[in-house]
Nanobody, 124 residues
Framework: QVQLVESGGGLVQAGGSLRLSCVAS????????MGWFRQAPGKEREFVAA????????SYQDSVTGRFTISRDNAKNTVYLQMNGLKPEDTAVYSC?????????????????WGQGTQVTVSS
């Protein structure tokens, strides 16, 4: 089993930055692709970004491309999401997830393990 714990969320003004972290425990996730998803109140969960096992491939939702950067440090069993130029529409609970098959995909049902999430609130 893998446990994922997110941190780094908070309240920030529009245009500000946050860096989310997702620390894995239980076993190494270096063999897994990792993704970030978000869910705003009353909305479906949506894909934000994903990264391959060794970081060579990344994928982003169009609305965050150029503003968000996903990265990972396998030695620390940690995945990051650097968020710059935040907008009020980025407000959501952000969760990380692990795909044991190593696929960089946007579909949440492809991911096996999920964290509880961290709240990001962007004020206008």
């Amino acid at each position: 089993q893998v446990q994922l714990v997110e941190s780094g969320g908070g309240l920030v003004q529009a245009g500000g930055s946050l860096r989310l972290s997702c620390v894995a425990s239980g076993r190494t996730v270096s063999g897994y692709a990792m993704g970030w998803f978000r869910q705003a109140p009353g909305k479906e969960r949506e894909f934000v970004a994903a990264i391959s096992r060794f970081g060579g491939t990344t994928s982003y939702q169009d609305s965050v491309t150029g503003r968000f950067t996903i990265s990972r440090d396998n030695a620390k069993n940690t995945v990051y999401l650097q968020m710059n130029g935040l907008k009020p529409e980025d407000t959501a609970v952000y969760s990380c997830a692990a795909d044991v098959a190593g696929r960089v995909v946007p579909q949440p049902w492809m991911y096996t393990y999920w964290g509880q999430g961290t709240q990001v609130t962007v004020s206008s």
